[in-house]
């Protein structure tokens, strides 16, 4: 499992919790309207504002969430995806030079 595929699993864990949460305060504020304490626009206003909130949250969550598992996998020693690439790269070039010098001896 790669660090891509961690943050992407706690990022869903995020999204569910933030869709619970979401049904939780729809459930709220249309209980408050059947109780007489809010309006329905006061109710809607209610939920945007704090769904907006959550989304802003969300989105440092997530941002802080990338940070933190990059400085782990660092700390680890586990070589990023570009690292990778430069080494295929570099072993694609020395093997390639190493067949030309083995063409070159068997001429």
């Known amino acids: 499992m790669d660090c891509n595929d961690v943050i992407k699993q706690f990022l869903m864990i995020g999204i569910g919790t933030t869709s619970l949460v979401a049904d939780k305060i729809r459930e709220v504020s249309d209980q408050w309207v059947r109780d ?3 309006n ?3 109710a809607q206003t209610f939920v945007d504002e704090l769904m907006n909130k959550m989304k802003v949250e969300q989105g440092n969550f997530e941002a802080q969430m990338e940070r933190q598992m990059r ?5 680890l020693g586990v070589p990023q995806q570009k690292e990778i690439d430069e080494l295929r790269g570099r072993i694609d070039r020395l093997e390639h030079q190493l067949r030309d010098l083995e063409n070159r001896n068997w001429r």
């Open 40 to 42: 329905t626009e006061e």
């Open 71 to 75: 400085n782990v996998m660092y700390d």
């Open 36 to 38: 007489g304490k809010l």
